[in-house]
C-alpha cells in the first residue's frame, strides 16, 4: 500500500517551519505540496527541502484537493494543512487504520479523546456549524460521522476518484462526507486534537462557509 502524503499552502511560511520538522515523512512513500500561488516563499522552502511543489492555476482548497489527487502516485492520499491546526503525529495512525480495509478514514475533533481548537472562536460558531452539517449527513444518509467536515484525512485514490468531486472551496470534505456516505464507502475516524493555528487568520470565513455547505447539501441531495 503506497500511502502520498499532500501538504496543501497558500502563505504559510511561518508555521511551514515550524511544522516541517514534526512531519513523520517516514510514515508515507510520497509527498507533495500543492500550493495556491504563494508569496511569502512558502513555495521555496519547500524546494529547498526537494519537495515536489504543484502549483495551482485557480485558487480553492477544493480545487488543491483535485490537483492533489491528479498528481500523487499512491493508492492512498493524505491531506493535510501544515499550519498548526492539525497533528502530524496522527499521520501514522491515519496510515494504520487504512490498511484495515477503508476506504476514508478522518481526523475527528468531536469523538472521544478528540478535541476542537476554539481560540479564534469564542462564540463556538463554527463548531456549532461543523455539529450541524455533521447530524444533516448522518440523518439523511445513516452515516455514523462525528466529524463529516475535517480535512485531515485519508483517502482512498480510487474511492476519490470514483466521487467525482467538483467541489473548488472549503465545502470539498462535507462533499467528499457526503457522497461516500451515498456511495455506501468504507469509512472510520480516529480522534484528533486540533492545535492552534500558527500566525495569521483563518483564511475559512465562518458566515460565507455555512452559506456553501447549505446550497453543497441541497444540491446533493437532489442529485441523482
Known sequence: MKVTLVLLTLNEITPVKVMYPRI??????????????????TIEFFKKQGIKVVVQKERGRGRGFMYGLENATGDYII?????????????????????????IVAASRFMDGGKSDDSDDPMHVRNIGNHFFTKIINLFYGSKYTDAVNGFRIVKKSALENMKLDATEYEIEFQMSIRAAKNKLKVAEIPTIEMERIGGARKAQTFRMGWRFSMFFLKELFKK
Open 24 to 41: 513523520p515523512f517516514d510514515a508515507v512513500d510520497e509527498v507533495i505540496a500543492v500550493d495556491g500561488g504563494s508569496k511569502d516563499g
Open 79 to 103: 491531506y493535510f494543512s501544515p499550519d498548526g491546526n492539525e497533528n502530524p503525529k496522527d499521520i501514522p495512525l491515519l496510515v494504520a487504520e487504512a490498511k484495515k480495509g477503508y476506504d
